[in-house]
């Protein structure tokens, strides 16, 4: 039994290879290359909720208030905050026209919090585009024009990516390059690149620049009011009604600092568990257990064969070898491209085994009904979020 696990695993990781390599080919890195933008460049909607981000929301809005783009305005809307963040933004409003501050209504029942932010954002929107952000987020200068000429040059509705997520803590180091690594490996987003017909593709609330018209035409996130991943949902939308999605790399003109501490990546990714819990209990097993023989028990079966008092693996060791090169290939690959520090490829293993271990908690929390966290407020599965 063990050459065909062995070699099943083996298999499974070379696919996996291939898939990323295809995928760094495929993604384009929005702003390498000048675009151009229509000949009359429409009045693009900058949109931020922001809850609790007295502390970020200040370099976010001083990035974006220095785009280059000719028609631009910004709305943050204050998401019933109990810190500083409306006294922030509005000193920065009394300063420039194109910043404006809402206030932000009580969550109505049946809505997740972030997309009755972004529901109320874009209902007073202007503009013929629309650039969902968060207020974590940094912008180069230059990201504007970048979105809409690539937007412009190949007929998209939507274009989301990956931003470049700051690390500057050991365990930001350690598990936030673990998931991009897991999403670049694990996601076919050359597929949905080269597709003449559209397809759902990878969408990042973190960066979601769509066309108004095609928004309000699928019900914007009204469609999606219930999600508590309301970003990929909305993506789901879009290309079941027809819409064309573009995913690029961000990495040049956005960064994010995503979560600050090790109590926030667990409620994070485990807030993205929670979802994937809901479409079937077998699914969310297949996944884990896929995960975790792929990326962590090949590291595990080395660590055994060098440890005198367990099993000896004797032919197979170079197999097992073989399946630790590539993963460790594949993470080195990752990591060039986003400028993470290779030291930490190694970390790899902990970096997974942290996410799959929040995403089991995450998992437990819902079929208990306890539900999850996050922005203070609860989320149960009583409630129809998903």
Sequence with gaps: MWHIYLGAVTLGLSVLLVNLLLNLRALHKLGSEKGKLPADPPLISVLIPARNEEEDIVPCLESLTKQDYP??????????STDKTAER?????????????????????????????????AAEAKGSWLLFTDADTVHA???????????????????????LQKTVSFSQRVVVPAMYFIILCGIPLWWVQGARRPRPGLVIGQFIFVSAADYREVGGHEAVRSRILEDIWLG????????????????????????????????????????VASLGTWLFVLIALGVTGLFITPFVLIASHLTPWLPNFGDWFAIIVA????????????????????????????????????????????????????????????????
Excluded at 102 to 119: D, E, T
Excluded at 250 to 267: A, D, H, P
Excluded at 346 to 354: E, K, N, R
């Design 71 to 80: 028609a631009y305005e910004i709305l943050v809307l204050d998401d019933n």
């Design 89 to 121: 933004v509005a000193e920065i409003a009394a300063k420039d026209p194109r910043v404006r501050l809402l206030r932000g209504k009580p969550l109505p029942q049946g809505w997740a919090g972030k997309p009755y932010a972004c529901h109320q954002l």
């Design 141 to 163: 200068p230059g990201m504007l024009s970048s979105a809409m000429a690539y937007a412009h040059e190949h007929k998209l509705s939507l274009i989301s990516g990956l931003p």
């Design 236 to 275: 789901f939308t879009l290309a079941r009604h027809g819409k064309r999605l573009g995913v690029v790399d961000l990495s040049g003109l956005v960064s994010c600092r995503m979560y600050e501490g090790v109590g926030e990546l667990w409620e994070g990714f485990g807030k993205f568990a929670y979802s």
């Design 323 to 386: 399946q630790v090169v590539l993963i460790l290939v594949m993470r080195v690959l990752v990591d060039r491209r986003f400028n993470y520090k290779r030291l930490y490829s190694i970390s790899l293993p902990a970096g997974v085994l942290f996410l799959v271990a929040s995403g089991i908690w995450a998992w437990k929390k819902r079929h208990t009904g306890d539900g999850v966290s996050w922005k203070d407020r609860t989320y149960k599965p009583s409630t129809r979020i998903q």
